[in-house]
């Protein structure tokens, strides 16, 4: 009679303990992120305060995700989610006072604290991840934790225009409280090796100043070392130039190529969410036959090729269906080149240096997105459309071809650590 492995038993409850409090937490995230805007609007009118709160969500994430990652691998990082999960439930309360123009700043206020904590989780998750599933699982892994994003984003995004209208910020706050509780309870529930109370050697007293900064640059020096790492900042800084484009650019082609109005907008961006759940359920199945290298390179091509087709389709159709198609397709690849490039990078950074090789990551993204929003906001109004469009399109299918060029065929370490190793640097 065949027997299951413990190990793999204990595996699968591990990961399906973290896909679920991701899953709740992104959830109440999307939540947040659509009620907030839509509060500030109806208390104030003006679209420069509701633009505010985007830029107070996005300043952490370019100023602290360096920072992020140091703290993320000088602690415990099963701990430090629940803790951050915590703290996101606690500090959610202040937006109860908020309940009048004059205290607009609270609302500032908490989406930059709430934003900032996101910048904990996110290194803190990556860093995990090796932790919980072996090193022949992690493409698979990460395609499921895309399912899981692209979920909350679907089930986070409506239900927070609806519980809005139903109980107001009030509402919103409850609800949002409660998923980062649920959150940091699945989280506790995870059982793996602890991590040994070290300091590394390049890093010192974790409570000097001095120390913090060694142990940054010591982050930095994996990037540089590691060609696949390098490559993967390359690459995931393309995209993300790409996406600022696509950011500011998006509602301009719809309201002026497609001669749509808010409600296309909102649709065209919430299907290819289901492109890209659809697209993480195949690849957890296909995941071991494809190469991480290959996903991110054939990614971002197909990736590419697709919005070049979406851009220039008015040409021939405005027919809403046809965007609806192309655009649930984009997201297909567009799971595919994130699966593989965060596997890439897992697999070539040292357990010990996950967290701080992810929070320069999300650094460089960051600053990477915001030229591409500010680029595209300058030249919008001033150049013609779809020249713009295809520069867009042309910057994603340009990553892919430096994936491929860059990261050829090694995506996985010369030698994968083993489960013990893995565990001792989390």
């Given at each position: 009679m065949r027997t299951q492995d413990p190990s793999t038993s204990l595996e699968r409850r591990n990961f399906g303990l973290l896909w679920l409090a991701r899953l709740i937490s992104d959830g109440g995230d999307w939540l947040l992120m659509i009620a907030l805007p839509v509060h500030v609007l109806s208390l104030t009118g003006s679209s420069l305060a509701t633009a505010a709160v985007f830029l107070a969500e996005l300043a952490p994430a370019l100023l602290l995700g360096s920072v992020a990652g140091v703290l993320a691998d000088r602690w415990d990082r099963r701990q430090a989610l629940v803790v951050v999960n915590l703290a996101q439930s606690v500090l959610l309360l202040p937006l109860l006072a908020a309940n009048s123009r004059?205290?607009?700043?609270?609302?500032?206020?908490?989406?930059?604290?709430?934003?900032?904590?996101?910048?904990?989780?996110?290194?803190?998750?990556?860093?995990?991840?090796?932790?919980?599933?072996?090193?022949?699982?992690?493409?698979?892994?990460?395609?499921?934790?895309?399912?899981?994003?692209?979920?909350?984003?679907?089930?986070?995004?409506?239900?927070?225009?609806?519980?809005?209208?139903?109980?107001?910020?009030?509402?919103?706050?409850?609800?949002?409280?409660?998923?980062?509780?649920?959150?940091?309870?699945?989280?506790?529930?995870?059982?793996?090796?602890?991590?040994?109370?070290?300091?590394?050697?390049?890093?010192?007293?974790?409570?000097?100043?001095?120390?913090?900064?060694?142990?940054?640059?010591?982050?930095?020096?994996?990037?540089a070392r590691s060609r696949q790492v390098a490559a993967v900042f390359v690459v995931g800084g393309l995209g993300?130039?790409?996406?600022?484009?696509?950011?500011?650019?998006?509602?301009?082609?719809?309201?002026?190529?497609?001669?749509?109005?808010?409600?296309?907008?909102?649709?065209?961006?919430?299907?290819?969410?289901?492109?890209?759940?659809?697209?993480?359920?195949?690849?957890?199945?296909?995941?071991?036959?494809?190469?991480?290298?290959?996903?991110?390179?054939?990614?971002?091509?197909?990736?590419?090729?697709?919005?070049?087709?979406?851009?220039?389709?008015?040409?021939?159709?405005?027919?809403?269906?046809?965007?609806?198609?192309?655009?649930?397709?984009?997201?297909?690849?567009?799971?595919?080149?994130?699966?593989?490039?965060?596997?890439?990078?897992?697999?070539?950074t040292p357990g010990s240096h996950l967290g701080r090789v992810a929070g320069a990551f999300e650094a460089t993204a960051a600053g990477a997105q915001a030229l591409g929003v500010l680029v595209a906001g300058l030249l919008g109004d001033r150049v013609v459309l779809l020249p713009l469009l295809d520069a867009q399109a042309g910057l994603i299918a340009l990553g892919g071809v430096v994936a491929l060029a860059l990261l050829g065929t090694a995506v996985r370490a010369p030698a994968p650590p083993t489960r013990a190793t893995v565990q001792a640097a989390v």
């Open positions: 004059d205290r607009l700043w609270i609302v500032l206020a908490v989406a930059v604290v709430q934003s900032s904590l996101a910048r904990l989780a996110g290194p803190a998750t990556f860093g995990l991840v090796p932790a919980v599933v072996g090193p022949g699982q992690l493409t698979r892994a990460n395609s499921l934790i895309g399912v899981s994003d692209n979920l909350a984003r679907l089930l986070g995004s409506p239900l927070g225009g609806i519980v809005f209208e139903l109980g107001r910020l009030p509402a919103v706050v409850a609800v949002d409280a409660v998923t980062f509780l649920a959150s940091a309870a699945l989280v506790a529930l995870i059982r793996i090796a602890p991590r040994p109370a070290t300091v590394e050697p390049a890093t010192g007293d974790p409570a000097t100043a001095g120390s913090f900064v060694r142990t940054w640059l010591d982050g930095l020096r994996v990037v993300q130039l790409a996406q600022g484009f696509f950011v500011v650019l998006f509602v301009l082609f719809v309201e002026r190529s497609l001669h749509g109005d808010g409600s296309a907008v909102g649709l065209l961006r919430g299907v290819q969410a289901i492109g890209a759940v659809l697209g993480g359920l195949l690849l957890s199945v296909l995941a071991r036959r494809v190469r991480a290298s290959a996903l991110a390179g054939y990614g971002f091509l197909v990736f590419g090729l697709v919005d070049l087709t979406t851009w220039n389709a008015p040409a021939v159709s405005t027919a809403l269906g046809l965007y609806v198609a192309l655009f649930t397709a984009a997201g297909v690849p567009g799971l595919a080149a994130v699966t593989g490039l965060l596997t890439v990078a897992q697999s070539h």
